[in-house]
Each structure stands twice: as structure tokens, then as C-alpha cells.
């Protein structure tokens, strides 16, 4: 049964009455996962999951339930769904968001009714290929690699008695290679996030961290204090991450987060760096485009399932460095005076035209640290969004110009927020995989950022 | 390295509709497959996970749901290399379909070259069944009924002056799991847990600070929130005042002082310093890649003095309210209880059949687990726990016995590094010490130290009153990564000397 005949059957339920509205989900996806240049858990998965939501009149306004399940539910599993859905929301109370539900405009789209996409065990074949080989090439270096490369297709369905009927097809593919030299004294990391395994340029990246710890320099200590950093695109992808999870308009609104504002309202208007950045979400941006309507399969600060079927268009969250917009519902959009800005699946930083690449900031640095990626971030203090981590898979000093030493990896306590105001360089943006969060947000594309006293609080003998 | 305690046979709560599946029906169906298709072991499981979240804001209904997550999984050993396949269907077309994708899975492994698989021997037990002690089924409470209570505890908290906002929320899991593979055992195994949060946002002279309950998630049903386990309403009743004392809260002069951590706090630090470091899997080098290592190698058991001679760390499978506590893993091996630390020496690790084969144990400690039927099971944490002194002091006379010190109480952040060896923890609130007599909160207040001198700093443990159980629900490890729970309990603890720095102070200004 397709996702479009399950969720018609869900809505040929509805009687008369008040709305529903479903969500079918499936998801395949294929993966590999290697240690020590040999492969060890891999596997296929196929899930499906159907969420009902119920609409019931409740005082003035309006209640919501939701309920899911996976499997592969029957006719009377939908009946017993819809009909729990119904109770629980006929005795809900008024949700604070409620809103019309979106009305659909258009007939639905030929690809309707189109089975959900798969991902074959084939579909790994052509990259195992690369992996033996790279294995091989890492054996003969006297390396070991370490890693996990994933294809993935999620197929979503929304429909609802309001007419809605759309579907999205979401394909992504992770590939996060660690490479270490024999002793284990020396690690290098890559990562690529896209859209099809076989895209990715396996055998690029495991030459290149072979390159970088066939060329490991001298070793020095670190002492704590403040230094320039260098941070590539995969450092601050994890950092835009939090700024971006934490962005949510509701939340500043309880004076909890780092967009609050001093007087009760949120810091949209405010001058966050005098760097030219812009911080941005597009659903049709080229490489990493998303879903272009929203899919909110519960509420929450951020999310509101009344918003489903909302069009999402590109949003600018950040514009030459003011704040521009936070994350909204159109519930929060209406408290805090804003226009409706959803949650979009992907994340673009960007500074002016004509930026260099990482090459050239490391070339045109006079002593600074370069990092590789970070590890272990942890929320300290939300009303700054102070969070706590670690340097991870290599630090180097460049002095000159040139990488001079490789240093000891470090913690830090550093705000995403308040270090776009010591960024004094922007490089190029591109298409990078945030290392820690790889496997819960991937479309993102950043630029290397040139930061000036970044605090190194201790250093960490860990490699 | 471990004792096994026999599970407890019971039958009681197994969910009806979960046993109305064609079970015996996908197992033989797949087993048959692969024997045919020539594999030397393989194991199926049949999950149904059902989890149940609520979020109130301020007293009112915020987001609600009600999930229940279904498949069947194949894991096969097939040619030295291991394959694995899930699917959303419970039928036995779905089996044998999964049993021939897992297949091609390990040729695809074992061409690329795999690593070569043996698992520990363990005996077979048949058509066994083991469920938690759950008094009051979380999903039988309607959402109205569930609602209400949290909304009259936060309308309590909403009360006080200094609270400005209320965030509560209570998220109840049902794991209900079937096991059979070809070595001839079967189990059918189901576990309830909860975990009630409310979090307090307070705000004073243009000060924010929020506050999390302690309450802890745990192995019991719905009772817990009516104070079976845990004293909520009297949590609740001192969460304002603890609030305005945070409010007032003045920042740490950065040094090094004594600390005396509340078991609400130093589970957390058991759990990444202790529970994750003795992992036998990391220790091996499989979750280099993403989750990391430990400092710990299998030549340091018996050798390693992970802390000083008070420490005794014990791990289980069978706390009869434990968040890891099962009969049997998810490879079918009976759990039972072991000792990670016995007088500060490195006495065990945790192992899963495959790794216990790689360390030439016996068998293994049963801590393969998997969050669903669509992941793989990896070794987790089992219930892991600091022991108290027999006839240890109370609290009160451990905080007496420090001149210059901070208290700590409740977990907020943690980070560690690959190598389990220096970390940082903050609390939910941070007293000075002076001369014994406890003072006001400080804010800012973390920690910094390497595992093994931290624990050799331990100066001093509260007795068996002192003792309780926290943990954690969303522990996260593994490609694809999955979740797991753990519980860790603690006496009350001393440390001497240990650095802290001022967190708001080590930023640029």
C-alpha cells in the first residue's frame, strides 16, 4: 500500500467530524560502518510511520491530539488510531496555537500517489568498491580508518480534510571518514554530507587524510589563554547548528534563550557582529533542498501541527550581521509582531562575494590555531548560549603563513552568539557536515571563519 | 568478571496485542531461510516501542504524542561477516525477505573485508518471558488525567513570585521485544519507564536563571508520579526558593576547592568517567569514528588504579527499578551484576558476545542492546553505580568536614573527551562551603579534571542513606546513532582539591 492510499484511508474516517490531518513517513535507508580498515555493523532498514492528528472544537477554540504507529497497520488499526485521536482530542483543552488549518489551492501533484523511495542493498556496491580500496591504501600507509557512510530516502506524505495533499521526496547521504596513524598519536577527519553516496569522492578524501598525517609536524604544547583561530566550515556548521536550534521565537519570549531581549520581547533588530554575515534557509537552495511545505508531526516551542502544510520559503535569519527573523509558529509569529519564518531543513552562512577559500586565511595568518572539527558541545548557559566542547581530530599552529606544529586538542567555553562578534575574517561557503550533529542535520553549507581571541580553557591528551 | 542472578519469570503486563502477532510464525519462517541460505547464526527480534510525551508551558497543553513504532529485524553470521535488515512488516514474507537483504549485506561486508565475528557461548533458553514492575500502566492514564497533574504542578510553581515561566513535561516508554535465534532461545520481554521534568524560569533584577527538577527517569510506571520513588510534591514545594537563591547567585572565584556532590549530581559524572571509559567496544576501537575511545585498554583490569582506595563501581543488569534492567540482552545472554572498580583497581569491563570473544572472557556480560527493531544492537551501559560506605556519615557531616568547598547538586552540562579522560560538569545549583557550614549559591561553577585524578581525590563517602539512583534516557552512541537508558546511583562524595573555573569568565569580554 502507498503512503497516499494509507493516508486516504485515514481521512476516509473522518466522518463528519471535525478535521484530521495525517502524516505518512517512510524512511529506507542503507549503511555501512567500518573500524580499523575493516567493516563491522552495516545494514538496511525500512520504516514507515503514520501520524493522525485530530482536530475538536474545545471552548473558544480548538483542540489537537496526536497519535502514531509503524508497522504495517490494518483497516481496523486505522479505525482504533482515528478513533483514539478523536477522544483524546474531544477532551483536550484550547491549544494556545491554534490556527485555521492550511487550505489546499492546487490539485494534487501527479507524483501523489508514487510509491515511497527505496534504497537496495545495491546501492552500497558502488561505494563498498572505493571503501576496499581505501582500506587497502590506508593499510600499506600504516593507517587505520574509521567511519560510517549512509544513503538514505525519506518519502512524506500530509494530507488532511482541508484538502491537503502533498508529498516530498528527501534523499541524503553522510560519508564521515576518521583517519589515525599506527600509534594512534595523530587523527585527521572528513566528512560530506549530499544527496547520493555515490556522488561523494571517497578516494579524494581518504588520499587527503592520508596527506595530512603522512605530514604531521613537530608536536608543541598548548598553554591556555586566547589565541586567533581559524575554524573550516565543519567547525562552525556544529556552532550555527545550536545558534539555529536555539532560535526559536517562543523561547525567547520566556526570556530563556540568547534572543531574548532586555525588555521582555526578542533581539530581532539586533546588531549581532560587524562582520557581514548572513545566516540563512531556503528549501529550493541548489544541493540541499528540503521540503518546501512544513511537516510538524507534534507541537512544541518551535512547531505547531495547525502550521502543517505552511509553504516554506527562503528566510534570512541573519543579514550582514543584524538579526533578522527567528524560528516561528504562527502562534509566536502573531505575539511577537513578525512574519511567519518556519523551521526549514537546511542552513547557509555566508559572508561578501569574492571570499577566499581556507587555503588563503591559513596563508595569510601570522599565528593562529587551526582546528579540525568539534566535539562533545554542551548547552552551559542559555541566555548566552554558552556551550562547553572540545577540539577533535587535530589542532595545528600556522605561523607565517604555514603549519609550524601540531597541538594537543583543547576545551573551550565559547557562545556561537557572542563569537560572531570576533569574527574578523570570512572565507568561502560550502557544502560541509556538521561533525557532531552529522546524523540529525546535514544540508548545510558554511564558510571558514577567522575569530580573534577564542579561549583555550585546558588541554586535552586525548587524539 | 560477572555473577548471574536468574531472572525473575513472570508473565504479568505483557502487552496482549504485542502477543497476538504471528511471532512463532516470522521466526520459523526466517530461521528456515537461513539455514538455507547457509548462515551460521542469526537472531530475530520484534519490537514495539510505544512512547508517550507530553510538554505543558505554563499550565497549558503545549504538544502532545503518542507513538508506537513497530518492526522486525534480522541480524545474520554469515561467512565470518555480519548483515543486518529491518522492516516495518511482521509477516513471515517480511522475515524471509529481511533474512535475504541481511544476507547480501555481509557479502557486500565480507567482500570489502569485514571484521571476523565469533560470539561468546551462552546457554539456550527456551519460550522465556520477563517483564518489568510496573504498578500503573502509563498509557492506560488518559491525556486529560495526565494534563491536569502537570498543570497543577506548575500552576503550584507559577505561584511563587520569582517564577516567571514553567516548562513541564513527562515522557512514559513501553519496550515490548521478542528474541528467538537459531541456537534455540526465545524471549519475550517487556519494560515500562517514565521520566516527569519541570523546568522553573526565574527572573529577578533583570536576572534569568532556570531549574530543573532532580526526579530522576526510572523502571516504574505511572505510580512514580504520584510519589512512588520520588517526593515530587516536595521537590516542587522547594524549587521556588532554591531559584532565588540561584537569582542571587554570585560568581565562582576560579581555583581549587573541595567538592561534595549530591548522587543528583555525580551520577552523570559515574556515567561518562566510569560507565562509557570500561566499555569493552570502545576500548577495541569500534566507535573511534564517532562516539571515541577510552583511556582504558583489557591489560589494565586487574592493574589500573582508575581511583582512590574508598571507590567500589558496580555494574547490573537486574536493579529491580534500573533503566538498563532486562532478563535477557538483545543477543539473548541472561544479564547479571559484576564490578567495573573494587578498591580504586580496574577490576571488569562490558562486554557483548562479539567483544567478549576479542578480551578471552567466557561469556559475555549482557549489555547488547538496541534503541529499535531498525538498529543494530551495540553494547550499552548497563546500570552502573558508585557504592557507599557501610557505616559512611551523612551528608551534613561530610559537608562539616570541609573547610573550603563548593557543594553541587543536580546535573546540568557534561562533555568529555574521545578518550574518556578529561571532562568538565556543571550543576543545577553550586553552594560555597566554609568551615563546614554551607552558603550561598555561586553561579558559573564547573569543574575540570582527568578521570583517573578526579577519582583519586575521592577523599570521603556518605553511608548507604546517602545512596540514590539517578540516570539517563537519551544516552546516544553508535551509527546510525541510538538511544539508550542507563541508571547510576551514589553515595554523597567528597573530592579534594579539584580545579574550577568561572564559565562566564572564560569567554572574551
Same mark, same amino acid.
Given at each position: 500500500m502507498s503512503g497516499a492510499e494509507l493516508a486516504e484511508r485515514v481521512l476516509a474516517r473522518a466522518g463528519r467530524a471535525g478535521d484530521l490531518l495525517v502524516v505518512v513517513d517512510e524512511t529506507a535507508t542503507a549503511h555501512l560502518r567500518w573500524a580499523d580498515n575493516a567493516l563491522t555493523t552495516s545494514g538496511t532498514a525500512e520504516q514507515r510511520r503514520l501520524t493522525v492528528v485530530a482536530f475538536a472544537p474545545a471552548g473558544a477554540g480548538t483542540a489537537a491530539a496526536v497519535v502514531s504507529r509503524g508497522g504495517a497497520p490494518t483497516d481496523r488499526d486505522l479505525t482504533e488510531l482515528v478513533a483514539r485521536a478523536r477522544r483524546t482530542a474531544d477532551a483536550g483543552e484550547p491549544a494556545p496555537d491554534a490556527a485555521p488549518l492550511v487550505v489546499a489551492t492546487d490539485t494534487p501533484a501527479p507524483s501523489w500517489g508514487d510509491p515511497a523511495a527505496e534504497v537496495p542493498v545495491a546501492r552500497l556496491r558502488?561505494?563498498?568498491? #572505493?571503501?576496499?580500496?581505501?582500506?587497502?591504501?590506508?593499510?600499506?600507509?600504516?593507517?587505520?580508518?574509521? #567511519?560510517?557512510?549512509?544513503?538514505?530516502?525519506?518519502?512524506?506524505?500530509?494530507?488532511?480534510?482541508?484538502?491537503?495533499?502533498?508529498?516530498?521526496?528527501?534523499?541524503?547521504?553522510?560519508?564521515?571518514?576518521?583517519?589515525?596513524? #599506527?600509534?594512534?598519536?595523530?587523527?585527521?577527519?572528513?566528512?560530506?554530507?549530499?544527496?547520493d553516496l555515490a556522488d561523494g569522492d571517497l578516494p579524494a578524501l581518504a588520499a587527503r587524510l592520508r596527506g595530512r598525517l603522512d605530514r604531521v609536524p613537530r608536536r608543541r604544547t598548548l598553554a591556555p589563554g586566547r589565541y586567533e583561530v581559524l575554524l573550516p566550515p565543519a567547525c562552525v556548521a556544529d556552532l550555527m547548528l545550536h545558534l539555529y536550534l536555539n532560535a526559536g521565537a517562543a523561547d525567547a519570549l520566556d526570556g530563556r534563550t540568547v534572543f531574548a531581549g532586555r525588555d521582555g520581547g526578542t533581539r530581532i533588530g539586533d546588531r549581532l557582529t560587524s562582520a557581514p554575515l548572513t545566516l540563512g534557509s531556503d528549501p529550493a537552495a541548489p544541493g540541499l533542498a528540503c521540503a518546501p511545505f512544513l511537516v510538524a508531526r507534534a507541537s512544541g516551542a518551535a512547531g505547531s501541527v495547525f502550521d502543517n502544510g505552511l509553504p516554506l520559503a527562503a528566510t534570512r535569519w541573519m543579514v550582514d550581521g543584524e538579526l533578522r527573523g527567528l524560528v516561528q509558529t504562527r502562534h509566536s509569529a502573531d505575539r511577537t509582531g513578525q512574519p511567519v519564518t518556519p523551521f526549514v531543513d537546511n542552513l547557509v552562512l555566508a559572508g561578501p562575494a569574492g571570499a577566499r577559500p581556507l587555503a588563503d586565511l591559513i596563508a595569510g595568518t601570522r599565528r593562529g590555531l587551526l582546528l579540525t572539527c568539534l566535539w562533545y558541545l554542551r548547552d552551559v548557559d542559555p541566555r548566552t548560549l554558552l556551550l562547553t566542547g572540545l577540539t577533535r581530530d587535530g589542532v595545528y599552529l600556522v605561523e607565517d603563513g604555514e603549519v609550524v606544529a601540531a597541538l594537543p586538542n583543547f576545551r573551550f567555553n565559547e557562545s556561537p552568539v557572542a563569537l560572531l562578534d570576533r569574527v574578523v575574517e570570512v572565507g568561502a561557503t560550502e557544502r560541509t557536515l556538521p561533525r557532531e550533529w552529522g546524523d540529525y542535520f546535514t544540508r548545510m553549507a558554511m564558510p571558514s571563519l577567522r575569530v580573534a581571541d577564542f579561549a583555550v580553557s585546558e588541554v586535552s591528551p586525548a587524539v | 568478571m560477572r555473577a548471574t542472578t536468574g531472572a525473575v519469570d513472570t508473565d504479568g503486563g505483557m502487552e496482549p496485542s504485542f502477543l497476538a502477532l504471528p511471532l512463532a510464525e516470522v521466526t520459523d519462517a526466517a530461521l528456515a531461510e537461513a539455514r538455507r541460505?547457509?548462515?551460521?547464526?542469526?537472531?530475530?527480534?520484534?519490537?514495539?516501542?510505544?512512547?508517550?510525551?507530553?510538554?505543558?508551558?505554563?499550565?497549558?497543553?503545549?504538544?502532545?504524542?503518542?507513538?508506537?513504532?513497530?518492526?522486525?529485524?534480522?541480524?545474520?553470521?554469515?561467512?565470518?561477516?555480519?548483515?543486518?535488515a529491518a522492516g516495518p512488516e511482521v509477516d513471515p514474507a517480511a522475515a524471509v525477505a529481511a533474512v535475504g537483504r541481511a544476507v547480501q549485506v555481509a557479502r557486500v561486508c565480507r567482500a570489502v573485508g569485514a571484521e571476523p565475528v565469533e560470539l561468546a557461548p551462552e546457554p539456550v533458553y527456551a519460550d522465556r518471558r520477563w517483564t518489568s514492575r510496573c504498578r500503573v500502566d502509563p498509557f492506560a492514564v488518559p491525556e486529560a488525567e495526565a494534563v491536569a497533574l502537570l498543570a497543577d504542578w506548575s500552576r503550584g510553581l507559577l505561584a511563587a513570585p520569582v517564577v516567571r515561566h514553567v516548562l513541564a513535561k513527562v515522557s512514559a516508554v513501553r519496550e515490548t521485544t521478542w528474541y528467538a535465534d537459531t541456537a534455540g532461545t526465545s524471549l519475550l520481554q517487556q519494560r515500562v519507564r517514565v521520566h516527569p521534568q519541570v523546568l522553573a524560569v526565574g527572573v529577578a533584577d533583570g536576572?534569568?536563571?532556570?531549574?530543573?527538577?532532580?526526579?530522576?527517569?526510572?523502571?516504574?510506571?505511572?505510580?512514580?508520579?504520584?510519589?512512588?520513588?520520588?517526593?515530587?510534591?516536595?521537590?516542587?514545594a522547594e524549587m521556588p526558593e532554591h531559584l532565588a537563591g540561584k537569582l542571587r547567585a554570585r560568581p565562582v572565584r576560579p581555583g581549587r576547592y573541595d567538592l561534595v556532590t549530591a548522587p543528583s549530581h555525580l551520577w552523570l559524572t559515574i556515567h561518562e568517567s566510569v560507565g562509557h571509559a570500561t566499555e569493552a567496544d570502545r576500548a577495541l576501537g569500534h566507535e573511534i569514528g564517532y562516539a571515541g575511545g577510552t583511556f582504558v585498554t583489557p591489560a589494565d583490569v586487574g592493574v589500573l588504579r582508575y581511583g582512590s582506595e574508598l571507590m567500589t563501581v558496580t555494574a547490573d543488569r537486574t536493579d529491580p527499578y534500573g533503566l538498563a534492567t532486562v532478563g535477557w540482552d538483545d543477543e539473548g545472554v541472561a544479564v547479571g551484576a559484576w564490578t567495573l572498580v573494587r578498591d580504586g583497581v580496574l577490576s571488569g569491563l562490558q562486554t557483548d558476545r562479539h567483544t567478549a570473544v576479542r578480551l578471552g572472557s567466557a561469556r559475555s556480560t549482557g549489555c547488547a542492546y538496541a534503541e529499535s527493531a531498525t538498529h543494530v544492537p551495540i553494547s550499552r551501559l548497563p546500570n552502573v553505580s558508585l557504592r557507599p560506605t557501610p557505616d559512611g556519615p551523612d551528608t551534613a557531616a561530610l559537608i562539616g568536614g570541609v573547610t573550603d568547598g563548593i557543594y553541587l547538586v543536580g546535573s546540568d552540562s557534561w562533555s568529555i573527551d574521545t578518550q574518556r579522560r578529561r571532562f568538565q560538569f556543571t550543576a543545577q545549583r553550586a553552594y560555597r562551603i566554609r568551615h563546614g557550614r554551607l552558603g550561598e549559591q555561586l553561579s558559573g561553577v564547573a569543574y575540570q579534571a582527568d578521570t583517573t585524578d578526579f577519582w583519586g581525590s575521592l577523599v570521603a563517602l556518605g553511608g548507604p542513606g546517602t545512596y540514590h539512583c539517578f540516570g539517563a534516557d537519551l544516552c546516544g552512541k553508535g551509527q546510525p546513532v541510538q538511544a539508550a537508558a542507563a541508571s547510576h546511583g551514589a553515595p554523597t562524595a567528597v573530592f579534594r582539591g579539584v580545579r574550577v573555573v568561572d564559565t562566564a569568565g572564560e569567554e572574551a569580554r
Amino acid at each position: 500500500m502507498s503512503g497516499a492510499e494509507l493516508a486516504e484511508r485515514v481521512l476516509a474516517r473522518a466522518g463528519r467530524a471535525g478535521d484530521l490531518l495525517v502524516v505518512v513517513d517512510e524512511t529506507a535507508t542503507a549503511h555501512l560502518r567500518w573500524a580499523d580498515n575493516a567493516l563491522t555493523t552495516s545494514g538496511t532498514a525500512e520504516q514507515r510511520r503514520l501520524t493522525v492528528v485530530a482536530f475538536a472544537p474545545a471552548g473558544a477554540g480548538t483542540a489537537a491530539a496526536v497519535v502514531s504507529r509503524g508497522g504495517a497497520p490494518t483497516d481496523r488499526d486505522l479505525t482504533e488510531l482515528v478513533a483514539r485521536a478523536r477522544r483524546t482530542a474531544d477532551a483536550g483543552e484550547p491549544a494556545p496555537d491554534a490556527a485555521p488549518l492550511v487550505v489546499a489551492t492546487d490539485t494534487p501533484a501527479p507524483s501523489w500517489g508514487d510509491p515511497a523511495a527505496e534504497v537496495p542493498v545495491a546501492r552500497l556496491r558502488g561505494f563498498s568498491a #572505493g571503501l576496499g580500496d581505501a582500506f587497502a591504501a590506508a593499510r600499506a600507509a600504516g593507517h587505520a580508518l574509521y #567511519g560510517y557512510a549512509e544513503q538514505r530516502a525519506g518519502t512524506t506524505w500530509l494530507a488532511s480534510t482541508t484538502g491537503l495533499r502533498l508529498r516530498h521526496v528527501q534523499p541524503t547521504s553522510v560519508l564521515d571518514l576518521t583517519a589515525r596513524d #599506527g600509534g594512534g598519536a595523530a587523527s585527521a577527519w572528513a566528512g560530506a554530507g549530499g544527496v547520493d553516496l555515490a556522488d561523494g569522492d571517497l578516494p579524494a578524501l581518504a588520499a587527503r587524510l592520508r596527506g595530512r598525517l603522512d605530514r604531521v609536524p613537530r608536536r608543541r604544547t598548548l598553554a591556555p589563554g586566547r589565541y586567533e583561530v581559524l575554524l573550516p566550515p565543519a567547525c562552525v556548521a556544529d556552532l550555527m547548528l545550536h545558534l539555529y536550534l536555539n532560535a526559536g521565537a517562543a523561547d525567547a519570549l520566556d526570556g530563556r534563550t540568547v534572543f531574548a531581549g532586555r525588555d521582555g520581547g526578542t533581539r530581532i533588530g539586533d546588531r549581532l557582529t560587524s562582520a557581514p554575515l548572513t545566516l540563512g534557509s531556503d528549501p529550493a537552495a541548489p544541493g540541499l533542498a528540503c521540503a518546501p511545505f512544513l511537516v510538524a508531526r507534534a507541537s512544541g516551542a518551535a512547531g505547531s501541527v495547525f502550521d502543517n502544510g505552511l509553504p516554506l520559503a527562503a528566510t534570512r535569519w541573519m543579514v550582514d550581521g543584524e538579526l533578522r527573523g527567528l524560528v516561528q509558529t504562527r502562534h509566536s509569529a502573531d505575539r511577537t509582531g513578525q512574519p511567519v519564518t518556519p523551521f526549514v531543513d537546511n542552513l547557509v552562512l555566508a559572508g561578501p562575494a569574492g571570499a577566499r577559500p581556507l587555503a588563503d586565511l591559513i596563508a595569510g595568518t601570522r599565528r593562529g590555531l587551526l582546528l579540525t572539527c568539534l566535539w562533545y558541545l554542551r548547552d552551559v548557559d542559555p541566555r548566552t548560549l554558552l556551550l562547553t566542547g572540545l577540539t577533535r581530530d587535530g589542532v595545528y599552529l600556522v605561523e607565517d603563513g604555514e603549519v609550524v606544529a601540531a597541538l594537543p586538542n583543547f576545551r573551550f567555553n565559547e557562545s556561537p552568539v557572542a563569537l560572531l562578534d570576533r569574527v574578523v575574517e570570512v572565507g568561502a561557503t560550502e557544502r560541509t557536515l556538521p561533525r557532531e550533529w552529522g546524523d540529525y542535520f546535514t544540508r548545510m553549507a558554511m564558510p571558514s571563519l577567522r575569530v580573534a581571541d577564542f579561549a583555550v580553557s585546558e588541554v586535552s591528551p586525548a587524539v | 568478571m560477572r555473577a548471574t542472578t536468574g531472572a525473575v519469570d513472570t508473565d504479568g503486563g505483557m502487552e496482549p496485542s504485542f502477543l497476538a502477532l504471528p511471532l512463532a510464525e516470522v521466526t520459523d519462517a526466517a530461521l528456515a531461510e537461513a539455514r538455507r541460505l547457509g548462515v551460521r547464526h542469526a537472531a530475530v527480534r520484534v519490537v514495539r516501542n510505544r512512547a508517550r510525551r507530553l510538554l505543558l508551558h505554563d499550565a497549558h497543553l503545549r504538544g502532545s504524542q503518542d507513538d508506537t513504532e513497530l518492526g522486525l529485524s534480522v541480524g545474520v553470521l554469515h561467512g565470518g561477516a555480519r548483515g543486518f535488515a529491518a522492516g516495518p512488516e511482521v509477516d513471515p514474507a517480511a522475515a524471509v525477505a529481511a533474512v535475504g537483504r541481511a544476507v547480501q549485506v555481509a557479502r557486500v561486508c565480507r567482500a570489502v573485508g569485514a571484521e571476523p565475528v565469533e560470539l561468546a557461548p551462552e546457554p539456550v533458553y527456551a519460550d522465556r518471558r520477563w517483564t518489568s514492575r510496573c504498578r500503573v500502566d502509563p498509557f492506560a492514564v488518559p491525556e486529560a488525567e495526565a494534563v491536569a497533574l502537570l498543570a497543577d504542578w506548575s500552576r503550584g510553581l507559577l505561584a511563587a513570585p520569582v517564577v516567571r515561566h514553567v516548562l513541564a513535561k513527562v515522557s512514559a516508554v513501553r519496550e515490548t521485544t521478542w528474541y528467538a535465534d537459531t541456537a534455540g532461545t526465545s524471549l519475550l520481554q517487556q519494560r515500562v519507564r517514565v521520566h516527569p521534568q519541570v523546568l522553573a524560569v526565574g527572573v529577578a533584577d533583570g536576572a534569568t536563571a532556570t531549574l530543573r527538577t532532580l526526579g530522576p527517569p526510572t523502571g516504574r510506571g505511572w505510580e512514580y508520579l504520584h510519589g512512588t520513588g520520588w517526593d515530587w510534591a516536595a521537590e516542587l514545594a522547594e524549587m521556588p526558593e532554591h531559584l532565588a537563591g540561584k537569582l542571587r547567585a554570585r560568581p565562582v572565584r576560579p581555583g581549587r576547592y573541595d567538592l561534595v556532590t549530591a548522587p543528583s549530581h555525580l551520577w552523570l559524572t559515574i556515567h561518562e568517567s566510569v560507565g562509557h571509559a570500561t566499555e569493552a567496544d570502545r576500548a577495541l576501537g569500534h566507535e573511534i569514528g564517532y562516539a571515541g575511545g577510552t583511556f582504558v585498554t583489557p591489560a589494565d583490569v586487574g592493574v589500573l588504579r582508575y581511583g582512590s582506595e574508598l571507590m567500589t563501581v558496580t555494574a547490573d543488569r537486574t536493579d529491580p527499578y534500573g533503566l538498563a534492567t532486562v532478563g535477557w540482552d538483545d543477543e539473548g545472554v541472561a544479564v547479571g551484576a559484576w564490578t567495573l572498580v573494587r578498591d580504586g583497581v580496574l577490576s571488569g569491563l562490558q562486554t557483548d558476545r562479539h567483544t567478549a570473544v576479542r578480551l578471552g572472557s567466557a561469556r559475555s556480560t549482557g549489555c547488547a542492546y538496541a534503541e529499535s527493531a531498525t538498529h543494530v544492537p551495540i553494547s550499552r551501559l548497563p546500570n552502573v553505580s558508585l557504592r557507599p560506605t557501610p557505616d559512611g556519615p551523612d551528608t551534613a557531616a561530610l559537608i562539616g568536614g570541609v573547610t573550603d568547598g563548593i557543594y553541587l547538586v543536580g546535573s546540568d552540562s557534561w562533555s568529555i573527551d574521545t578518550q574518556r579522560r578529561r571532562f568538565q560538569f556543571t550543576a543545577q545549583r553550586a553552594y560555597r562551603i566554609r568551615h563546614g557550614r554551607l552558603g550561598e549559591q555561586l553561579s558559573g561553577v564547573a569543574y575540570q579534571a582527568d578521570t583517573t585524578d578526579f577519582w583519586g581525590s575521592l577523599v570521603a563517602l556518605g553511608g548507604p542513606g546517602t545512596y540514590h539512583c539517578f540516570g539517563a534516557d537519551l544516552c546516544g552512541k553508535g551509527q546510525p546513532v541510538q538511544a539508550a537508558a542507563a541508571s547510576h546511583g551514589a553515595p554523597t562524595a567528597v573530592f579534594r582539591g579539584v580545579r574550577v573555573v568561572d564559565t562566564a569568565g572564560e569567554e572574551a569580554r
